[in-house]
């Protein structure tokens, strides 16, 4: 069974799919308010996710991403962004290393450039890159009992924000804890998936990838789609904060213009945590404007959130920030609070 025929066996279970996503398991609006509240599953075969082996993959991938990929041991994972030679981001990478090769978890819509661009940097070295999207099935687990509930269907499980756990039926990533919620990512094959969804599911609201979406959104964890590739240098979305830039690990495509951003502390646009109170889905790459009508900044990502709006990460410039009176469409833009301090 593939990822995909994974997720098309929830249809069963109430799933509607939409554009190689779970859009909702009847009601939308009662999965976001049961986010905001209790505990939550949802399937993640929306995400892409890459393999990168060989004796040489180590290396390789440190000449391509912003954070050291030697740091990855196996028992972690991090965020790293993937530049062009103008320090542009092209994607925006979850890495981790399992068993003996790297994997990198990014928007799906990017895999096939993403990985078709890889390749042509691979030349002589002894890399192997391929689309592991579905054979490994994914899904992830929020809520005030998350971690109580793995514990009975896992050996182990991890305790620290961005741990990995490697176990007989899988492997747990722990996310960052928002609202007292704790947040796991959980990879696994088809023998084991079923077994381990509807272990969990009996004490969880099954939802869909906008409730997934609203939380990584209230994480501060940005994401890099077809429209907003080549708009966004590291910092402007916060990057730095989420220590997923390594300043000291050598050299990488677009690094001369990241760490020039960094030693000169000219980061003049950082990406905010918002409310627009609209019924339009606002969508990313879309732009925001000040009470002059000038643009300040785009839309990053944004979900349906559990007040009937939209809540999105939004890039702007920090003094149009500090002036306030930003609007989407003619919709004020509310800033809300971010996990995480402004200031590296």
């Known amino acids: 069974m593939t990822a995909t025929e994974w997720q098309k066996s929830l249809t069963l279970q109430g799933a509607v799919i939409e554009n190689g996503a779970v859009k909702h398991f009847g009601f939308l609006s009662s999965e976001l308010i049961a986010t905001a509240k209790t505990n939550i ?24 991403v ?10 972690n994972a991090h965020y790293t962004a993937y530049c062009n030679p103008k320090g542009r981001m092209l994607g925006l990478f979850l890495a981790f290393a399992h068993y003996d090769h790297l994997h990198l978890q990014f928007n799906r819509q990017l895999l096939e450039p993403i990985m078709k661009r890889l390749k042509m ?3 002589r070295s002894k890399v192997e890159i391929k689309d592991v999207s579905e054979s490994i099935i994914k899904f992830g687990i929020n809520g005030p009992q998350a971690s109580s509930l793995l514990a009975p269907v896992f050996s182990k499980t991890p305790t620290q924000d961005y741990e990995l756990v490697s176990v007989e039926n899988g492997a747990i990533l ?20 079923p077994t381990i969804w509807n272990a969990l599911k009996s004490n969880c609201q099954l939802v869909g990838k906008p409730c997934w979406d ?12 077809p429209a907003t590739q080549e708009q966004f ?12 830039i390594n300043f000291k690990k050598g050299c990488y495509t677009g690094q001369e213009i990241v760490a020039r951003t960094h030693y000169l502390g000219s980061v003049k646009r950082r990406t905010y945590v918002t409310e627009i109170n609209t019924m339009q889905p606002p969508q990313a790459g879309e732009k925001v404007l000040d009470a002059t009508q000038n643009e300040v900044g785009q839309i990053v990502r944004a ?42």
């Not at 912003?66 to 028992?75: H, I």
């Not at 240098?233 to 997923?244: W, Y």
């Open 41 to 64: 599953l949802c399937d993640l075969t929306h995400l892409g996710l890459l393999e990168i082996n060989g004796a040489d993959a180590v290396t390789f991938l440190q000449g391509q």
């Open 66 to 75: 912003t954070n050291d990929v030697k740091l990855l041991t196996g028992n």
């Open 121 to 123: 940097y691979v030349m």
């Open 174 to 193: 722990k996310l960052p804890t928002i609202s007292n919620n704790s947040r796991y990512e959980i990879f696994t094959d088809a023998t084991n998936a």
């Open 214 to 225: 609203w939380v990584e959104i209230q994480a501060g964890i940005p994401d890099i789609a």
């Open 233 to 244: 240098v590291p910092q402007m979305l916060n990057l730095d904060l989420l220590n997923a």
């Open 303 to 344: 979900s349906n959130n559990p007040s009937n709006g939209f809540d999105a990460l939004v890039e702007m410039r920090i003094d149009a920030q500090q002036v306030g009176n930003i609007t989407w469409n003619n919709i004020p833009v509310t800033i809300k609070h971010l996990p995480y301090p402004l200031e590296a």
